[in-house]
């Protein structure tokens, strides 16, 4: 496909959210905690985990600063606690261990593809640390030359700090984010005055006041605006 004249589109560069807008986080949160309590016998309701999971990282994320990698085995050690289980310190690891296997939504590469190849320019905007997310650029099929972890900020979305980083390196670009958590990326953004596409991939309904400038239910609906 050949790159839209500038003129053409609406916006220079597109950043992303990485987990749960352009990788299926939950699906590989859920085969990680069923895999573990296959492996130790107990019984686990994976519904009732996955909501524990997102309620426990976003206070671990809310308290001092910490990798990405420790978030991840520091929200596994609470919910353990709190679910009774024994977590043996051969197996601490085993949310982060997993997450170079978690997989991108069905839609996700051919979204990218064609917004590449309209002439995007795309970046990450990730709650996470460099070498994980090294491992999850391994199924993405794309290039993204304008990337921002909460490692390199020290701090995790939805503080502002990954937003106004990207700023400076994107300049006067024209820019649209695209992100699936309201609270992570929706608020934050809008508060800051950039526009943002929601993919609200669960369709849930709004939690504040914060509007977004688009709202699809997957990238293909992205894809399909900003690249027809």
């Known amino acids: 496909m050949a790159s839209r004249p500038a003129a ?34 107990v019984s686990l309701d994976v519904d009732a985990a996955l909501a524990l999971y997102i309620e426990t990282e976003a206070a671990v994320e809310a308290e001092a600063y910490r990798s ?75 290039s993204f030359d304008i990337v921002v972890t909460a490692e390199q900020v020290g701090s995790y979305k939805p503080a502002s700090v990954h937003f106004t980083t990207a700023r400076s390196l994107i300049g006067e670009q024209r820019w649209l984010h695209a992100a699936q958590s309201y609270f992570h990326d ?11 596409a929601w993919i609200n991939r669960k369709g849930q309904t709004p939690t504040g006041d914060a509007k977004p400038d688009r709202e699809f239910r997957t990238l293909t609906g992205l894809a399909d605006w900003l690249a027809p």
């Open 8 to 41: 053409e589109r609406p916006y220079d560069v597109i950043t992303f959210d990485c987990y749960g807008t352009m990788i299926d986080w939950e699906g590989g949160i859920r085969t990680a905690f069923s895999a573990f309590a296959a492996a130790m016998r």
């Open 68 to 142: 990405y990698r420790e978030v991840l085995s520091e929200t596994t050690r609470r919910i353990t606690t709190r679910l009774g289980w024994r977590l043996p310190p051969e197996r601490a690891a085993f949310l982060p261990d997993s997450l170079p296997a978690w997989p991108p939504f069905r839609d996700t590469n051919p979204a990218l593809r064609r917004l590449a190849d309209a002439g995007y320019r795309l970046g990450i905007l990730s709650n996470t640390d460099d070498e994980l997310l090294a491992w999850s650029r391994r199924h993405l099929a794309a």
């Open 186 to 196: 929706v608020v934050p953004a809008r508060a800051l005055g950039i526009p943002v």
